[in-house]
């Protein structure tokens, strides 16, 4: 959950109202927030960096507030005392419209031109007229849009915005891509002109800026936003440009957001703008390629309460604009452009109860009456672990992700055949797949533990993840058993000898027909001659064999290693 700090005085006086720190704990609480931490600015330095290093530190009491990843709405000291205000009935629900310049003049337009397609086709751009900025302000204001960066943003890979003072740049401003050789500007708090190739190299050892470098350095083409003086305002999404930043004088500012995703891109500049620059004051809005947010949703009977008048009332209180409609049971709702996490009925229905009050909700006795009992196949495999481990082998929990090289070249496998589910954007070569068996876990664990007394016992009994073209989500679990012996002989007899035990907790006798039995069979996992298919009822359960030693060494093992894997959904 993100985490927004404001300064506790500052707080009280825009709810107009202190309380106690208890008393503030109880009302996040209803609102459906949590006062995670009260310290200040120098406790935080002082526990991070120690004593000397607080010395002149500020004193002021700040609250860390816990608020719901998605409640964008209030990451910000403003939208936090507007919903609070809200809710608690001392300021009416906003209500936002769009309207033309005061001036009646035309609105600033930003240009995009087809180049921008490869690399971040989308941009937003907005105009706030005769803002007058307050240190506070300043701070929140820089501050949401850090925090909106790093949620609905996803880290710039999504939007990136760009602030501007208007009165030092003039439009139509053109948003475009070119070459980064190409490219060539003072970037912000820099002095001198560097291609944008150079800020590539030059920005790698930035502390903060080096995590965006990755989102356009690969790409041919850098977008690049100018003013039709030919100023460079920004590279998005990874630097502006040091024509003049944001101060505390600025009066009139030009917000620019490029984007990989309309939607949240629109999401994003409405937001910013209404948390900002809409609280008592009423500012000129002026937006390019917005498309209106509001919609109405019908409920129908909401359980918690009988009368639609007390439902519509508690709705407004979360800044949800509502009216009864009709005969009563139907409440139409207004949904503001900064609550974009209500995309359902059932977003309405929990705003609802947290208006009314979890604790107040009476105690009753369901309905229907259910009896909770473990799925089938989770009770088979407790009772499978218990007797594994009671026969001598030691049960480990694998990661469920694996690299590529794991499932198929270790294996001795073509990674086509494995029908293996990707992960599309990995951050580490060794979570790149869903694992499609368990030996490669069970065998990086033996090789993590070499140093133990042999012979090693390794079993796992867990979910694998299979392609699987008849499944709504193209991917099906499937529960299987490994387990290996690792020793200076191969061991052969004690894996068979485990199948024979485990068939027999199965209760599933020696049969070519009604049983199960083995026959000889070719795996390139496993050394030619010494692998076996495993059959129950006439159908392919798994393998068992000693492992080719071309595996164990790409698994860094040196002695023989035999093992077993099997498919035990069929013996529900």
């Given at each position: 959950?993100?985490?927004?700090s404001?300064?506790?005085?500052?707080l009280f006086?825009a709810?107009g109202?202190k309380?106690?720190?208890?008393?503030?704990d109880?009302?996040?609480?209803?609102f459906?927030?949590e006062?995670?931490?009260?310290?200040?600015?120098?406790d935080i330095?002082?526990?991070e960096?120690?004593d000397?290093?607080?010395?002149?530190?500020s004193?002021?009491?700040?609250y860390?507030?816990?608020?719901p990843a998605?409640?964008?709405?209030?990451?910000c000291l403003?939208g936090?005392v507007?919903g609070l205000?809200?809710?608690?009935?001392k300021l009416e629900a906003?209500?936002?419209k769009?309207?033309?310049?005061a001036?009646?003049?035309?609105?600033?337009?930003?240009?995009i031109?087809?180049e921008?397609a490869?690399?971040?086709p989308?941009a937003?751009?907005?105009v706030?007229?005769d803002v007058?900025?307050?240190?506070?302000?300043?701070e929140?204001f820089?501050?949401l849009q850090?925090?909106?960066?790093?949620?609905?943003?996803?880290?710039r890979?999504?939007?990136?915005i760009g602030?501007?003072?208007?009165?030092t740049i003039?439009g139509p401003f053109t948003?475009?891509a070119k070459?980064p050789?190409?490219?060539?500007?003072k970037?912000?708090?820099?002095?001198?002109e560097?291609t944008a190739?150079?800020l590539?190299?030059?920005?790698k050892t930035d502390?903060?800026?080096?995590?965006?470098l990755?989102?356009?350095?690969?790409?041919?083409l850098?977008?690049?936003?100018?003013?039709?003086?030919g100023?460079?305002?920004?590279?998005p999404?990874i630097?502006?440009?040091?024509?003049?930043?944001i101060s505390?004088?600025t009066?009139?500012?030009?917000?620019e957001c490029?984007?990989t995703?309309?939607?949240k891109?629109?999401?994003?500049?409405v937001?910013l703008?209404?948390?900002l620059?809409c609280?008592?004051t009423i500012?000129t809005l002026?937006?390019?390629?917005?498309?209106s947010?509001?919609?109405f949703i019908?409920?129908k009977?909401?359980?918690?309460?009988q009368?639609?008048c007390i439902?519509?009332?508690l709705?407004?209180r979360?800044?949800l604009?509502?009216?009864?409609?009709?005969e009563?049971?139907?409440i139409?709702?207004e949904i503001?452009?900064t609550?974009?996490d209500?995309?359902?009925?059932c977003d309405?229905?929990?705003?609802a109860a947290?208006?009314?009050g979890f604790?107040?909700?009476?105690?009753?006795?369901?309905?229907t009456y259910?009896?909770a009992?473990?799925?089938p196949?989770?009770?088979?495999?407790?009772?499978?672990?218990?007797?594994?481990?009671?026969?001598?082998f030691?049960?480990?929990?694998?990661?469920a992700?694996?690299?590529?090289?794991?499932?198929a070249?270790?294996?001795r496998k073509?990674?086509?055949?494995t029908?293996?589910v990707?992960?599309?954007?990995?951050?580490?070569?060794e979570?790149q797949?869903?694992?499609t068996?368990?030996?490669?876990?069970?065998l990086?664990?033996?090789a993590?533990n070499?140093?133990?007394?042999?012979?090693?016992?390794?079993?796992?009994i867990?979910?694998?993840v299979?392609?699987?073209?008849?499944?709504d989500v193209?991917?099906?679990?499937?529960?299987?058993?490994?387990?290996?012996?690792?020793?200076?002989?191969?061991?052969f007899e004690?894996?068979?000898?485990?199948?024979?035990?485990v068939?027999q907790?199965?209760?599933v006798?020696?049969?070519?027909?009604?049983?199960?039995h083995?026959?000889?069979?070719e795996?390139?996992?496993?050394f030619p001659?010494r692998?076996a298919e495993?059959?129950?009822c006439g159908?392919?359960i798994?393998h068992l064999?000693?492992?080719?030693p071309?595996?164990i060494?790409?698994?860094e093992l040196?002695?023989?290693?035999?093992?077993?894997?099997?498919d035990i959904e069929?013996f529900?």
């Amino acid at each position: 959950m993100p985490t927004v700090s404001v300064k506790r005085d500052l707080l009280f006086e825009a709810l107009g109202q202190k309380y106690t720190d208890e008393e503030f704990d109880e009302l996040c609480f209803e609102f459906g927030l949590e006062l995670d931490e009260i310290t200040s600015e120098k406790d935080i330095i002082s526990r991070e960096q120690g004593d000397e290093k607080a010395e002149g530190a500020s004193d002021v009491v700040l609250y860390k507030i816990d608020v719901p990843a998605n409640r964008y709405d209030l990451l910000c000291l403003e939208g936090l005392v507007r919903g609070l205000q809200v809710f608690k009935e001392k300021l009416e629900a906003p209500r936002y419209k769009r309207v033309s310049p005061a001036d009646g003049g035309e609105p600033q337009r930003l240009v995009i031109t087809d180049e921008t397609a490869s690399v971040r086709p989308h941009a937003v751009a907005a105009v706030l007229h005769d803002v007058t900025f307050t240190q506070e302000r300043y701070e929140s204001f820089i501050e949401l849009q850090e925090k909106l960066h790093q949620n609905i943003c996803r880290k710039r890979t999504l939007v990136a915005i760009g602030t501007h003072d208007l009165d030092t740049i003039s439009g139509p401003f053109t948003y475009t891509a070119k070459p980064p050789g190409d490219i060539r500007f003072k970037p912000l708090n820099q002095s001198k002109e560097y291609t944008a190739t150079e800020l590539m190299s030059l920005y790698k050892t930035d502390g903060h800026l080096r995590h965006y470098l990755h989102i356009i350095e690969n790409e041919p083409l850098y977008p690049i936003i100018y003013d039709s003086n030919g100023i460079v305002l920004s590279m998005p999404p990874i630097i502006n440009g040091d024509h003049r930043k944001i101060s505390l004088n600025t009066k009139n500012i030009f917000i620019e957001c490029t984007a990989t995703d309309l939607t949240k891109v629109n999401r994003f500049t409405v937001i910013l703008i209404l948390l900002l620059f809409c609280n008592n004051t009423i500012y000129t809005l002026q937006f390019k390629r917005l498309e209106s947010v509001r919609f109405f949703i019908f409920l129908k009977k909401l359980i918690l309460f009988q009368k639609g008048c007390i439902k519509s009332q508690l709705l407004t209180r979360m800044c949800l604009r509502s009216e009864v409609s009709g005969e009563g049971d139907l409440i139409q709702v207004e949904i503001p452009p900064t609550r974009a996490d209500v995309i359902h009925a059932c977003d309405i229905m929990e705003d609802a109860a947290i208006a009314y009050g979890f604790n107040n909700i009476v105690r009753s006795t369901p309905r229907t009456y259910t009896v909770a009992n473990q799925l089938p196949l989770n009770k088979l495999t407790e009772l499978l672990r218990q007797d594994l481990a009671a026969a001598g082998f030691t049960e480990a929990l694998t990661f469920a992700l694996c690299s590529e090289e794991d499932i198929a070249d270790k294996l001795r496998k073509n990674i086509a055949e494995t029908r293996a589910v990707h992960i599309s954007n990995p951050k580490t070569a060794e979570f790149q797949v869903a694992r499609t068996c368990l030996l490669p876990g069970l065998l990086k664990t033996l090789a993590a533990n070499r140093k133990m007394p042999l012979p090693l016992k390794l079993f796992e009994i867990s979910d694998v993840v299979l392609k699987d073209e008849t499944k709504d989500v193209g991917a099906r679990n499937n529960r299987r058993l490994c387990a290996v012996y690792y020793n200076k002989s191969p061991g052969f007899e004690v894996i068979h000898g485990l199948l024979d035990r485990v068939m027999q907790l199965l209760d599933v006798k020696p049969d070519r027909n009604q049983g199960y039995h083995i026959q000889a069979a070719e795996d390139s996992t496993f050394f030619p001659g010494r692998c076996a298919e495993i059959f129950s009822c006439g159908k392919s359960i798994g393998h068992l064999g000693v492992l080719h030693p071309d595996v164990i060494s790409r698994f860094e093992l040196t002695m023989p290693c035999s093992a077993i894997d099997i498919d035990i959904e069929p013996f529900l």
